[in-house]
């Protein structure tokens, strides 16, 4: 919630009558995107009044804590500050999108020269034989020559063969990827039952490509974190509180700690509110100035609203849950916030009311990141308070502070250690005379036209020094749950994970170790902390050179001889032996992000197995996203909870959005949400994995069938004299893709699997083939169009040889147009029917509906287009009456459906027995250790049967039943982890991925060019 407040000079015109008669005028800068920044002048009543950004409402903001207002409109339409940002949405297309466009042009092209081909032959074909039959096959009036009869028939087979361009795939693509989506949207382990909060789909364009990831992007507070702040500790004049010891001196856990400190005493305290450090109310009660100042602070320096509903009952609204905090830690302690005006802040302190004057608010921003207060106590002292990061404050206070400065860092390096938030607080007296003229240089600065923020920014960097040192808070933030065990299989799927805050490095990096993306045994951590050019670039070189150095001799001793070219740095240095993580600032990132410096910054994070970016701006977290995207080539995802986080969101390819603390900013620009990280690893290792497999079993056999049947009139055109002759049924043609092949494909696309979900969390080694874009690329669709072309070629030349020389039952001829025509068009509903089902791996009544159902009305729509029913309504589109039931009687016909059949599907089986037998996927070592886990269960189950016999008494512990020594000694029955059945199948999945992955990271992931130079052994 952000407070907005009218100028004093308006207040009264809160009466209509009033307001009617206001003509002031306002002076502003042009139309602009900047949502924090607002530059502009009122002038009324012959005098000018500055306005800023608190005084703005912006288009698309809600009303808290008042009724209504009256505002004057300032930009209206495009030209507001909302309309402004909004640009141009930039659309998320996944690889696969990308590749199918590629290989339907591909196929265009196909059709084409297919088109040529018969065109020529038809040209030929009527040159050399068609004159012969001109007396009774006359050509058609238009037609003169034997190359317009070319140019006719190239266009006719463009029509016939436009099957093989599949229009209808795209459609089908959209429902798959909609079934998907409500997959995600209906699983009932990603609903957050304290929330009441079900993940959420926000698009359907992106499933598969959660299935390829390889970086998250990830922000810290909110995301891995609670995001819900909690008071733990602070420090008063070089005084720590917020542990507690025990007897010997000891600190005590938090399990042996005694009960809260008793708030009894306060009536309008937070019973919410725990803190188990009692010496600091003793503090408080006995009238410790410095205590008394602090807290004075807490309660004054803040932006809170604060709401009464009732007697004693307030309810504090902040920006930030830190303010929050931080207010409701004063009001415990006895200095309860209760209400603001726009120039007073009334506070009761120990029980006393208090009406503060609000002289000035020195508000807080990215740049600045402290914020201050100017206010008049009721003795007519002016004081300022401010707090904010260390990293600024201390450099701005008093030389006389100087002892208790140390103490103080000490204490802000032990909570930074701790993984807590940390603010420092300090404190300025100003004499009468100062601030008089200091406020009136601010005014003309507020009314300055040009560079206002840059003269406001100077006059209270005046104001803002030689301040005096009261103390420092720390806040803590905890770990959601379940996170460091997401990091750790987010890990083991190899996908990694850096994570872009802005916090401090200490939290951040406690944060790392608390979620174990740091572990002590990690060979070094890297911290990047230069101001200069020269100094970041030489941290990056000696971690470098640390990396290569560890690495210096690898396997089977080979080393590494001269230098290697920047082509090959990349994939060596990923290479490396050892685990090592990178820390880097904030500061230090903005040299590593310049064009000359950011593939040095790139090859050195992405050796590391942990990337850790902090005090890093939003923007900066965008351009590390786009960094990766650029040259890596990799997918990525971007999860994040907060509007800095935005931009990182829609930077990367994927971006997911925690509906948690900090509004639903994140959420409205991702295309994924929800309100735990823990979910993440089921969104990417279950629905994503599943999406990426069904979407490329499903492009790979819808390739293969429309190939298988297009290709036919190809074959056909060289037996009818290039005629452009179709070999099925005008209505066969159109039922084919629509009610024969439609449904069945689209529920292997929706429902099918390889294995479990329980295993997909089991073995994340499963997730790797998606990376590396194994079950669809190039490679892929040209195995699948030569199966298509080899069954069309079977589908046609078998039924063609037996028809030649066939008889019917009677001693005719067989062989005829329609006879052949329902032989092909059986044969092929049943091969890629059979096909479909050998794809099939996850079974369910509706793929068993819909495969077998397509055959089914594929017969029952054969005899009705064949039956005399259909020829008495329509004579002239029916007219073959009987032929289906006449052809399909012949054994003769039924023999050649089953050779063609059992052709095409044979070589398919055996080199799927053969792949299973010698080179299995680790999905298939999966399936295999789930199928001996399920016979091994039933064999106890039957062992359990078996009823004791004889006596009760029994010189043994343990089951009579015999072979179970040597079943343990096998290991089979023991439970496969991971890892353990990851290098079980090393000899036969492992290692051709890891290999794969070497290639690409050899070729495609390089960022930078540049000659290979060979190792030498």
Not at 99 to 126: D, H, K, R, Y
Not at 401 to 428: C, F, I, M, P, W
Not at 595 to 607: G, H, I, P, Q
Not at 685 to 695: A, D, F, P, Q
Request: glycine fraction near 6%.
């Amino acid at each position: 919630m952000k407070v907005r407040q009218a100028i004093p000079i308006t207040s009264e015109l809160g009466d209509i009558s009033k307001l009617a008669k206001f003509d002031g005028e306002v002076i502003c800068e042009p139309p602009n995107n900047k949502l924090d920044k607002f530059s502009g002048t009122l002038y009324w009543k012959e005098n000018k009044f500055p306005l800023s950004n608190q005084n703005m409402l912006l288009r698309g903001c809600v009303l808290r804590n008042t009724e209504w207002c009256f505002g004057l409109v300032i930009f209206a339409g495009p030209d507001t500050k909302l309309m402004q940002n909004s640009g141009r949405t930039k659309f998320k297309r996944t690889s696969i999108d990308r590749l199918m466009n590629t290989l339907v042009l591909w196929i265009f092209g196909f059709l084409v020269c297919m088109g040529v081909i018969l065109a020529i032959g038809n040209a030929i074909w009527e040159h050399e034989v068609g004159t012969r039959f001109q007396v009774y096959l006359p050509w058609d009036e238009a037609v003169d020559s034997a190359f317009f009869s070319g140019f006719l028939s190239f266009w006719s087979y463009i029509i016939i063969l436009n099957t093989v361009v599949p229009i209808s795939l795209y459609v089908s693509v959209e429902v798959i990827r909609l079934g998907h989506s409500y997959f995600i949207n209906w699983d009932k382990k990603m609903f957050c039952m304290k929330k009441r909060t079900p993940a959420e789909a926000r698009t359907t364009t992106l499933n598969e490509e959660l299935g390829q990831v390889e970086y998250i992007f990830s922000d810290k507070t909110g995301t891995l974190t609670q995001n819900i702040m909690v008071f733990n500790k602070c420090s008063i004049n070089g005084h720590s509180y917020g542990d507690v010891f025990d007897v010997l001196g000891h600190k005590a856990e938090l399990g042996e700690r005694p009960a809260p400190v008793d708030f009894s005493f306060n009536p309008l305290a937070d019973k919410k509110f725990l803190f188990w450090d009692p010496s600091l109310l003793e503090a408080v009660k006995m009238g410790d100035p410095h205590t008394h100042e602090f807290f004075r602070l807490l309660s004054l320096c803040h932006t809170v609203m604060s709401e009464e509903k009732s007697e004693g009952e307030l309810y504090y609204k902040a920006q930030s849950p830190d303010e929050g905090a931080l207010v409701t830690a004063a009001r415990n302690f006895g200095f309860v916030f209760r209400s603001r005006t726009p120039k007073t802040i009334t506070v009761h302190e120990l029980g006393t009311a208090i009406t503060y004057q609000l002289l000035a608010i020195l508000d807080f921003n990215n740049i600045r990141k402290r914020m201050s207060v100017i206010v008049r106590n009721p003795e007519g002292k002016i004081r300022l308070y401010c707090k904010g990061a260390d990293t600024i404050l201390l450099d701005r206070l008093h030389p006389s502070t100087q002892e208790l400065l140390s103490s103080t860092t000490d204490h802000l390096n032990e909570y930074a250690g701790d993984g807590l938030r940390t603010l420092v607080l300090a404190y300025k007296d100003l004499d009468e005379e100062y601030y008089e003229e200091w406020a009136r240089r601010r005014l003309q600065a507020s009314l300055a036209q040009d560079s206002r923020e840059d003269r406001l920014a100077c006059i209270y960097e005046e104001v803002e020094s030689d301040m005096m040192l009261l103390g420092a808070t720390a806040i803590e933030d905890k770990l959601q749950q379940g996170v460091p065990e997401t990091i750790a299989l987010l890990t083991l799927a190899n996908i990694k994970i850096w994570v872009l805050t802005g916090d401090k490095q200490e939290t951040a990096v406690n944060i790392g170790y608390s979620c174990k993306m740091l572990t002590d045994d990690m060979t070094e951590v890297f911290i990047v902390t230069g101001h200069t050019v020269l100094e970041v670039r030489e941290e990056l070189r000696k971690a470098r050179e640390k990396m290569m150095d560890s690495s210096h001799t690898v396997g089977n001793g080979f080393t590494y001889q001269g230098k290697l070219s920047s082509s090959k740095l990349t994939s060596v240095l990923e290479a490396v032996a050892g685990e090592y993580a990178l820390v880097i600032n904030g500061h230090s990132l903005a040299h590593a992000l310049e064009a000359d410096m950011e593939l040095e910054f790139l090859e050195t994070a992405c050796a590391c197995k942990a990337v850790i970016c902090c005090r890093v701006t939003p923007l900066q977290k965008a351009q590390v996203v786009e960094l990766v995207k650029k040259y890596k080539k990799a997918v990525t995802l971007a999860i994040g909870d907060g509007a800095n986080d935005v931009s990182m969101i829609k930077t990367a390819h994927i971006g997911v959005g925690i509906s948690g603390q900090e509004g639903i900013q994140a959420v409205l620009a991702s295309d994924y949400s929800f309100s735990q990280f823990k979910f993440l690893q089921r969104l990417l290792l279950v629905h994503g994995r599943w999406s990426y497999l069904r979407m490329c079993k499903f492009l790979c056999y819808f390739f293969y069938k429309n190939f298988a049947f297009t290709m036919v009139h190809f074959w056909f055109g060289f037996f009818c004299g290039f005629s452009a002759q179709t070999v099925y049924d005008q209505y066969f043609i159109t039922l084919y893709n629509i009610v024969y092949t439609s449904l069945p494909v689209l529920a292997m696309g929706v429902f099918d699997q390889d294995v479990p979900e329980q295993r997909s969390m089991e073995y994340p080694k499963l997730y790797e083939p998606g990376q590396l874009n194994l079950l669809f690329n190039k490679r892929e669709f040209f195995i699948c169009i030569a199966q298509g072309i080899y069954t069309s070629v079977l589908m046609f030349f078998i039924p063609y040889g037996v028809f030649a020389e066939a008889t019917r039952d009677d001693g005719t001829q067989l062989a005829d147009y329609q006879s052949f025509a329902v032989t092909v068009a059986t044969s092929l509903v049943i091969v890629v029917s059979v096909q479909i089902g050998l794809d099939t791996g996850y079974w369910t009544a509706i793929n068993h509906f819909f495969i077998w159902g397509s055959l089914a009305v594929y017969f029952a729509i054969l005899f009705a287009m064949h039956s005399n029913g259909l020829f008495d309504m329509f004579p002239n589109q029916f007219r073959f009456v009987g032929n289906a039931q006449n052809t399909l009687a012949q054994p003769t016909v039924w023999l050649t459906i089953v050779l063609t059949t059992a052709v095409c599907i044979m070589p398919v089986v055996a080199f799927r027995f053969l792949r299973l037998s010698l080179k299995p996927d680790l999905s298939d070592t999966v399936r295999y250790t789930q199928l001996v886990r399920k016979k091994q269960k039933a064999q106890h189950r039957c062992m359990r049967r078996v009823g004791r016999t004889g006596s009760r008494r029994s010189g043994y512990a343990f089951s009579h039943q015999e072979g179970f020594g040597e079943l343990i000694m096998s290991g089979k029955n023991m439970r496969l982890s991971s890892l353990a059945l990851s290098s079980f199948s090393t000899r036969s999945s492992s290692s051709w991925i890891e290999s794969l992955r070497r290639k690409k990271s050899d070729s495609a992931n390089s960022p930078s060019g540049g000659a290979e130079k060979p190792f030498k052994g």
